[in-house]
């Protein structure tokens, strides 16, 4: 065809350019283009290609060339398409031997067939190069769905995508694979670049591969591949089939779903590469998020990243059965979940993996079920190695072990090579960085190069965390490593494999958890001390060489209630102790666990061979480098091994402790230094009888176990000195270690004839008993401490040689005592001088006693709490009428230390726990098994060296004596230990200093520091500045009304008031001084009388003035002249313009003047609030409230002292009546002259006499004006009767603190309470109610608009429109609100409280907060909706006198506002984060308001003189009017040229605008403005004439 008339389908071009005869050829292909837009039908769909020659199809429109950053690949846009939805079953193209086709710039859509839904590519020698192709929406039957390569065909893909394609279509389920892409065939050639299949499905029960399927031996090649929202059964992104080998490049698989490997998944005997890609946010309902490699299949990932993926076993990778996984060379599997087990990568039974290369890490994955293996998970069979530089690092095992790795199962294997770091890894049960269990071997050799081996491998930094509530002891553990028995194993001791740990050349350090802060090795049930070689083999086994185990930490964990063995956790109580061991504190008995810094192991063997430096750990019990027990062996070997400066906070053990079963310490060159504990610093041995026999019974099977027959020559050791011993220590040296009680180098409390001490050198220990060695005779009754050949650092002393005296055993002979030798005392009594206390503060230090301890040599031991000897109560037997509570008993605590002087006695120092005010009997007795003996024989002898322990028992002799427990002094309070079981009453027993911020004076509880008081713990209460408290035992402070008037300290009363100042809260004025605000000033400062005699003149003269000032009458512009012109501003001249101005000016000025009284009075009224305004500020503001006709800032305060608030009352509230009267006299009077003065006329014609008539109109206007300006502060003065403050002193009036309104001030002050009450009802309620009533009856009866009564009362009514005519009572209202405010919204009103509650009942005043927060917000609101009534209501005529009302009340509103968000803070506070303004900022913050404020009010004055209301006669009428005329000049947008223009002209369109506004606006226009009176005018006018 032609570009004018091209062919109607593919089919016809086709026919058409054969029929043209030309020849088509590879190099010279028939070519047929397809025109923009959609074309359809069988002709265009369903054509095979290729078959009759070499065919190139293609669109004029290239694709989009713009590419995304994130995938590097963009779905093609529709350009040329074939729509295939009308073809049914014939699908797009087919391309088919042995022609080579080529498609481009196309797209295939919602096309149909069996196989290769969108184009089908099939047979040996079929060639296709597509370019630029979107196969959309298409389906196939089968595999293929989008585009299928099958039978030996050759494609190359480029720039091409399927979107939206399915496979399986057909429901048969044969077949169901590649919905997007399909690559079959042994012979199938398929490159691809740049591919894209996204959102491409298979049958979720049997589909692989929904993106893209490779199978059949087919080979592919891709770099640039897209995979994405694709979902099928196996492979919802990529699948790699049986037979092929891709090599698979920048490749991102993303998004994808699949049951099984919803990212990748190679199938058996593929063996797939991917290489630099990205595989992320896939999600399997099963195995394998991200990759999965199936059953004898190899899948490598090189430099490939996988992350963000979900699976339930594997959440990264998945290795199934016999399958392969490599991760190497950079490649990182991070951020994947695993739902149960694996997070980063999960070996199934019988796979293998294999992790190495630099940058290559598993980290910050996560495992979220109990099968734990944050990182990686090997299961029985699998095997793993991790080497040359691989990195398993913050990985995480939610809720169970293995952070970093989980090996378990038998046939389970984990080979750790050199450079391997596992760092920072969680686990929640055991094993931080890694867990083995049930038969793993785990072998770590970090070597390196054998000419220079170094601790190549790593674990740093890995933790075990517990949750409260699984919290128990030696269950949880091991920061680094953790190993649990092989307890599927049933066969015989020769064929078991235990759980092992081979290591060498490695480091463990900074790893925590709550046991075994590095190593350890779980308990099993059955792994018990029976002996069993069959249980036993069971048990894991560690063994270490050449490893550095350094500062790691066996934390414990934490639950909400202590167990009984944390509970009786050791302590220490004497100060000499404490010197000892300064790192041993009191354990916190919420903590459980906590044992082996280093390593904790409760079963199995653990051997530390030559070359091991365990140091720097800590326990937070037992153990501070090792710690075994339970049913567990520990054998230490020389040479080069060390442990060094080890802790064991709270337990035994600072190098070594163990309490397990078989025990060896072997030299040479076995060294502990620095090592600290309570008992044994050094080592800790403890074997029970029973077990030590059972051992040594056996020790050539555990001995061998361990291999000990390995020990080095130079240790001296034959394989027969084990037999029938336990333990066996040899060639140790022992150097600065310390016990905070007992063995400072060694403790031991084992049987010793079932073990050997020899070549045993200890030096510079310390300890409080037996800084060498400490030895419990009760646990060693037949055999007495010998060591041979051992220096034990100190000389031989000559000791007493009384009857049944011991002596050392020394190489075998008997020898001088040892005193570095000690055992636990044996005898005790007291031994006078120093009295038993009577009387003991609980849980403190109290007095020393003495009393004689002597141990099994003869001498004064000393001994401690839980040792040998010890301080307890005398139990009460319960009789049959008295019950006995158990938890109402003595506690006893402290030291009894050794006085070595000539009295050989032990002085007791420590403390008493009781019930608070009880008495008890005590006594001093050696273990429990002597407290039923009433003996009080101090006198008993030691027992016998063959003395049996029922023996040692009876003759330790108990000494009996009383105990008063006394109640908490002031400062502390007592801590509630628990209930009474008999009266369910608490029960305390310990005293604590109150701490920081707190306090109390009665000893009973501590309370928080109250606000304005500076507390620093015990009964230390002072007040800051500004606060005041009434006594030196109060423990409430109030805020002072002047904050300079209460100074900071203890003082209390008058004595906390600044000079001056005197009375409650510091706020009555001492003799001498008068009130100024809220300050008192000296009276000699004569401007203290200043503000009285200003304010009282200027009160006479306002008097004088309205009493003078006629009524003014309102006339209309035609009782004036009325000639009129306009000047060239257009503003009417002449008089009549003038007198129609000033018709309305008089009323108009009384809206500016209701408005600036507004604002005074309201700011007056403010300085009642709880707030403590800034020095200055508050002179102002009470300088304002005199407008409130504030009568006491006018008492004479100095001249007569006996002013109270009574008097000023008494004055305010019948100072209105007063003024009333004498009005109401005046006109009475005026009347009867007027009256008078007509009966001299007949015919009672009006004269000169009217004169009369404006004296009465202005007694009633003065009058009504007096009444309404005095409201507010009469008011304010009634309700202040009622405001009385709450002090824990009794109830003040806040106005006068110098008036009590209770006790004694009672009767005074109910009487005027009740005639309040009838001033309530006259003023703050009746006075808008006569004036609402005078204004409605006006109204009813006509009278607003006539003369006379607008003159008695138009300044309440005639600036309001007249559907407002009541407006004025809306201020009045809002002012009665404002002064009630702080009268009623007090803090004791609002909180509700009990006046004896000290929280609640009382008023603290101004830096509170919460009543100023409280009036503040009640002010706001009545403002706000003031404000929003006046804009939105605008009730007055003129809409500037409703903007000059808003505006007041928008300045009062800000002021307010300044009040409750920056005053209402107390400067004092010690909080940083409560000061949001100290002082300055507060003085600056109310300047800027009184600046604004006076803007706001000269801005209203301003606007009052431009509109001509200001107008006062007609001079000033004529200046107004010529400052307003330059006004507008000055504004004027027209030049001078134009503006005479217009005036010659005559009159100027603005000039007819200002015209016709002043006509407007001096016309009448409706209700009580409307008439005048017609006398009035005829007065005026003739007047005139």
């Not at 209701?1154 to 709880?1170: A, H, P, R, T």
Request: glycine residues 12%.
């Amino acid at each position: 065809g032609t570009w004018w008339a091209p062919c109607g389908t593919v089919t016809a071009a086709i026919a058409r350019a054969t029929a043209s005869g030309a020849t088509f050829t590879a190099s010279s292909p028939m070519e047929i283009v397809v025109l923009p837009g959609a074309h359809a039908g069988s002709g265009n769909c369903g054509v095979e290609l290729g078959v009759v020659s070499a065919v190139a199809v293609y669109g004029v429109a290239p694709p989009p060339s713009s590419v995304p950053a994130d995938d590097g690949i963009t779905t093609p846009a529709p350009f040329a398409s074939f729509n295939c939805a009308s073809s049914t079953n014939l699908g797009g193209f087919a391309v088919k031997a042995p022609n080579p086709v080529t498609l481009s710039n196309l797209e295939i859509k919602n096309a149909t067939r069996a196989t290769g839904g969108g184009l089908f590519i099939t047979g040996t020698g079929a060639v296709a190069v597509v370019t630029n192709v979107l196969v959309s929406h298409s389906k196939a039957g089968g595999a293929g769905g989008g585009i299928a390569v099958v039978a030996g065909a050759a494609a190359t893909l480029t720039n091409t995508a399927t979107v939206a394609c399915a496979g399986g279509a057909d429901g048969t389920g044969n077949e169901v694979r590649g919905g997007g892409l399909y690559v079959y065939g042994a012979s199938t050639v398929t490159t691809v670049s740049k591919f894209t299949a996204d959102s491409c499905t298979l049958p979720v029960e049997n589909g692989k591969g929904a993106g893209v399927n490779v199978d059949g031996g087919a080979s592919l090649s891709a770099n640039g591949m897209v995979i994405k929202n694709s979902v099928s059964f196996f492979a919802g992104g990529l699948f790699i089939g049986t037979g092929c080998s891709p090599t698979i490049q920048n490749a991102l698989v993303e998004g994808n779903t699949a049951t099984y490997g919803a990212g990748v998944g190679a199938f058996a005997g593929s063996n797939a590469v991917l290489l630099d890609s990205n595989i992320k946010k896939n999600k399997a309902s099963e195995w394998g998020g991200g990759v999965l490699a199936y059953t004898q299949s190899t899948l490598t990932l090189r430099n490939t990243t996988v992350s963000e993926n979900e699976g339930e076993l594997g959440g990264g990778a998945h290795a199934y059965v016999n399958g392969v996984l490599k991760v190497e060379l950079g490649s990182v599997i991070e951020k994947n979940t695993a739902s149960v087990s694996g997070g980063g990568v999960y070996l199934n039974t019988g796979a293998s993996g294999i992790f190495q290369g630099a940058g290559t890490s598993v980290r910050e994955n996560t495992a979220a079920d109990i099968d734990g293996g944050g990182g990686v998970a090997i299961n029985a069979g699998a095997s793993a190695v991790f080497r040359d530089s691989f990195e398993v690092s913050g990985n995480t095992a939610a809720r169970g072990g293995g952070g970093g790795a989980v090996c378990t199962g038998a046939g389970s294997s984990l080979t750790i090579l050199e450079n391997v770091s596992v760092a920072n890894n969680v686990a929640y049960t055991r094993g931080g960085g890694m867990l083995a269990s049930r038969g793993c071997v785990v072998t770590i050799d970090g070597a390196g190069a054998a000419s220079s081996p170094s601790r190549s491998v790593v674990f740093a930094g890995n933790q075990v965390n517990v949750e409260t509530e699984r919290c128990r002891s030696g269950v949880f553990g091991g920061g680094a490593v953790a190993l649990e028995p092989n307890i599927d194993s049933t066969g015989t001791s020769t064929d078991i494999t235990p759980t092992t740990l081979n290591a060498r050349y490695a480091k463990f350090h900074n790893n925590i958890a709550p046991d075994g802060g590095a190593f350890f090795v779980a308990p099993s049930d059955e792994l018990n001390a029976a002996g069993d070689p069959r249980v036993v083999a069971r048990a894991a086994a560690v063994d270490v060489t050449n490893v550095d185990i350094t500062s790691n930490k066996a934390k414990g964990c934490v639950r909400s209630a202590a167990s009984a063995a944390c509970a009786s956790s050791p302590r220490v109580f004497s100060a000499s102790s404490a010197a000892l061991y300064s790192n041993v504190t009191n354990p916190d008995t919420g903590v459980v666990g906590g044992e082996g810094g280093g390593v904790f192991a409760a079963s199995g063997t653990v051997a530390v061979r030559a070359g091991c430096v365990v140091t720097s750990n800590e326990a937070s019990d037992s153990g501070g480098g090792v710690r075994t027990k339970t049913a567990s062996s520990l054998f230490v070997f020389g040479p080069a091994t060390e442990f060094g400066n080890n802790v064991a906070r709270a337990g035994s053990g600072g190098g070594v402790a163990h309490e397990g079963l078989a025990f060896a310490l072997i030299g040479p060159d076995l060294k502990f230094t620095g090592n600290k504990a309570l008992d044994g610093g050094a080592l800790s041995l403890v074997i029970e009888p029973a077990t030590a026999g059972l051992v040594a019974s056996r020790a050539s099977f555990f001995f061998e176990r361990a291999n000990v027959s390995t020990a080095p020559a130079s240790a001296n050791v034959a394989a027969a000195d084990f037999t029938g011993n336990a333990f066996f220590v040899s060639s140790v040296f022992m150097d600065a270690n310390v016990a905070g009680r007992r063995g400072g180098g060694v403790f031991l409390g084992a049987p010793l004839s079932n073990g050997v001490f020899r070549s045993l050198v200890v030096r510079n220990a310390l300890a409080s008993a037996g800084a060498s060695a400490y030895w419990m005779r009760a646990k060693s009754p037949d055999a007495a401490f010998t060591c041979d050949t051992c220096d034990l650092g100190d000389a031989a002393v000559t000791v007493s040689t009384a009857a049944n005296q011991r002596k050392l055993q020394a190489n075998g002979n008997e020898a001088e005592t040892s005193t570095s030798i000690a055992t636990e005392a044996l005898s005790v009594s007291f031994t006078g001088g120093t009295p038993v206390p009577a009387t003991v503060a609980s849980a403190a230090s109290a007095p020393a006693f003495a009393a004689t301890l002597v141990d099994y040599y003869g001498r004064v031991a000393a001994t401690e709490n839980g040792v040998a000897c010890s301080l307890e109560p005398v139990a009460v037997a319960a009789t049959a009428t008295q019950k006995v509570n158990a938890s109402d008993t003595l506690e006893l605590a402290g030291t009894l230390v050794c006085d070595f002087g000539e009295r050989n006695r032990g002085v007791h120092r420590g403390g008493a726990g009781g019930r608070l005010g009880s008495t008890y009997a005590a006594r001093i007795a050696c273990d429990a098994v002597a407290a039923g003996t009433d003996s009080t024989d101090s006198t008993a002898s030691s027992p016998a060296a063959t003395a049996t322990p029922a023996a040692l028992a009876v003759s330790v002799a108990p000494m009996t004596f009383s105990l008063s427990i006394a109640k908490c002094t002031r400062g502390h309070e007592p801590v509630v230990s628990a209930n009474d079981a008999i009266t369910n009453e608490p029960i305390a027993k310990n005293c604590v200093a109150c701490k920081d911020r707190s306090f109390n004076f009665d000893g009973m509880q501590c309370v928080a520091c109250p606000p304005g008081g500076n507390c620093r713990g015990g009964d230390q209460l002072q007040s800051r500045e500004g606060w005041w408290r009434s006594s030196p035992e109060a423990e409430i402070l109030f805020a002072c009304p002047s904050k300079e008037a209460c100074v900071a300290g203890t003082n209390a009363g008058d004595g906390a008031c600044a000079l001056g100042y005197a009375g409650p809260v510091c706020a009555v004025c001492e003799l001498g001084y008068r009130q100024w605000g809220k300050a008192c000033v000296p009276c000699a400062d004569g401007q203290t009388y200043a503000l009285p005699i200003l304010a009282i003149l200027g009160f006479a003269l306002f008097l004088y003035y309205i009493f003078r000032e006629p009524p003014k009458k309102t006339t209309t512009a035609a009782a004036e002249p009325a000639e009129k012109t306009v000047d060239e501003d257009g503003n009417k001249t002449g008089a009549g313009a003038g007198a129609a101005k000033n018709n309305t000016s008089g009323d108009q000025s009384v809206a500016l003047f209701s408005s600036l009284v507004f604002i005074v009075q309201c700011l007056g009224l403010l300085k009642e609030y709880d707030v403590a305004f800034p020095r200055g500020v508050d002179k102002i503001l009470d300088a304002m409230d005199l407008a409130n006709f504030n009568l006491s800032a006018l008492a004479p305060g100095c001249s007569d002292d006996s002013v109270n608030f009574y008097r000023s009352f008494t004055v305010g509230v019948l100072a209105p009546p007063m003024v009333l009267c004498t009005c109401a006299l005046i006109y009475y009077l005026a009347e009867r002259a007027r009256v008078r003065h007509y009966r001299d006329f007949p015919d009672r014609q009006r004269t000169e006499h009217d004169a009369y008539e404006p004296l009465k109109r202005r007694c009633l206007r003065n009058a009504a004006w007096l009444l309404t300006l005095a409201y507010s502060g009469t008011a304010k003065t009634v309700f202040q009767l009622y405001n009385a403050r709450r002090l824990d002193t009794g109830s003040f009036l806040r106005r006068d603190f110098g008036i009590l309104v209770d006790g004694a001030g009672a009767n005074t002050y109910d009487a005027y309470v009740a005639a309040g009450v009838l001033a309530l009802l006259a003023y703050p309620v009746g006075v808008p109610l006569v004036i609402a009533l005078v204004l409605r009856k006006g109204s009813k009866e006509g009278k607003l608009t006539d003369e006379t009564f607008k003159q008695k009362y138009g300044f309440l009514y005639q600036a309001y429109k007249p559907g407002f005519m009541i407006w004025e009572l809306a201020g009045l209202v809002i002012k009665c609100f404002l002064a009630a405010v702080p009268v009623f919204a007090t803090e004791a009103n609002l909180r509700g409280g009990d006046p004896t509650d000290a929280t609640n009942g009382f008023d603290v005043g101004a830096g509170g907060g919460f009543a100023l927060a409280c009036q503040s917000t009640l002010a706001q609101a009545a403002l706000l909706g003031l404000m929003v009534a006046i804009m939105w209501l605008r009730p007055h005529k003129n809409k500037l006198h409703s903007a000059q009302q808003a505006t007041a009340t928008a300045v009062v509103l800000g002021w307010v506002m300044v009040l409750g968000n920056v005053l209402n803070v107390d400067s004092a506070s010690d909080d940083a984060q409560v000061v949001a303004f100290d002082e300055e900022e507060k003085f600056r913050v109310c300047f800027a308001a009184v600046a604004a404020t006076m803007a706001a009010i000269l801005g209203m004055i301003i606007s009052s003189f431009f509109a001509g209301e200001l107008d006062a006669s007609a001079s000033t009428a004529y200046a107004a009017d010529v400052a307003r005329k330059s006004f507008y000049r000055l504004t004027s947008r027209k030049s001078n040229a134009s503006a005479d223009d217009d005036a010659e002209r005559g009159e100027t369109k603005r000039g007819k605008k200002a015209d016709q506004l002043l006509d407007e606006e001096t016309t009448p226009r409706s209700g009580y403005g409307d008439e005048l009176n017609s006398s009035t005018v005829e007065v005026r006018i003739a007047e005139r004439k």
